[in-house]
């Protein structure tokens, strides 16, 4: 017979020390053996567990003793004969850091499918045969319902505060909507199945499967499935019944979502029509005559005067000017004329466009470019180290090549014997730049530039 105790005060203490990260290491390695029914370690062994568990760091014997003797005081491991393995609170410290990382992990979910494995369980209680094991599986289908759905509820809680990237905002918030509905609507069925079998299993359920499972004398056992099938009422028979408040919460939480999705609507359009007519009616009140309100109206609705009115009959002679409209024959108007306000108009055909001076054109600049660019090069390339002061008599397009040689060097890091070398996009020119002592002024069609009198290499590659 067990009884339930707290929390011990130390079981937990190993990730809040200055080697936290050594400590739960440790532990997850003895975790790892635990799962492969390896009970014992030696020193050598959960040297070789880490690296499994995915800690990189080199950690000496001495590091890891420590390590192991401070888990040891805290009542984690156990050592006999230089071999070391968990006691009962290190099984549940390394649990609660299995379960503390697949929460961190994980994310809630409504699934209609633990819905139905929860009512093909309930048919299975009414076997004896099946009593034990249906009711085991039961509890842990209801238990993950009770998880996931408190996990749910909390990231629908944060959703509805994440306004960040509109974009994935809305399509989240949209599939949210639309997964909250298939599940309402998939809801009421299985609530009424699930309630109609839990009716149906007969009362001495659990008296069976305690016999079945040969527990004739724990009564523990019997008090823990008496509170797991209250809570599996609770969620199903009970009236009102937490399914029925889920329910409701789905329901609140798709009105919010639409709420939020019109809002973010509404903040992404320029302007509203609610806003658009109260700034209308500030121009009207504005007018000063009769005329300008018309004026304005027409401008807001389009409501100009008809554009046809202009068009005539073949023969108009034939029709007195002073009949009244509703009285003289139709006219034909081209359908054209409401889209785009004109006639139908047929022109001539497009000419073809000659591109041959285009490519003459571009031929002539790059040929042009390229000249340019060689007489540049020709005049900035040295014959070996010079100071910048030397160079004169540079055209401007020249200078600006220079200039852009200069900041690509003195942008690079420096070698050994304080020379920054650097080269031309099209890796044709390199320049190699030295400090030096001074000051040089250059002068160019269109103004002079004074700085630092470099020693400077430019030679082509």
Known sequence: ???????PADLFRFTTTERADLHTAVLRAFGVANAHLETSLTLDDVQQRLRDVGWSEQVTDDELTASLTSLRQWGLIESTQHRYGLTKLGEAAYAGIQHALETLTSSGALQTAVLDAIADRL???TKTNRAFAALMELEGHVQTLQTNTARFNADLQRLLKQEHDLATFQDVKRTTITYLREFVADLDARKHRIREAIGDVPATILEQAKEGAGLYQDDDWLQQRT????DLKAWFHDTPSK?????DVARKAIVQLLRV????????KPTNTAADFRALAQWFARTSTEDEAHELFNAAFGLFPARHAHLAHADGELIPSGEPWHNTPPVTISPQLRATGKQEHIGSTGKI????EIRRNRRLQAEQERAELEHAWRQIQTDGPI???TLTNLDHDTFHRLIDLLGRALGSDPDSTGTRTAGTSDGRMQINLRNARGWATITTQKGTLSGP???IDVQSR
């Open 387 to 389: 100071r910048i002061s």
């Open 353 to 356: 466009r000659d591109v041959d």
């Open 261 to 268: 999705l019109d809002r973010i609507s509404e903040r992404k």
């Open 453 to 455: 009198d470099y020693v």
């Open 123 to 125: 048919d299975e209680l």
């Open 243 to 247: 399914a029925d408040e889920l329910q």
């Open 227 to 230: 509170k797991k099938w209250q």
């Open 1 to 7: 017979m067990t009884k339930s105790h707290g929390v």
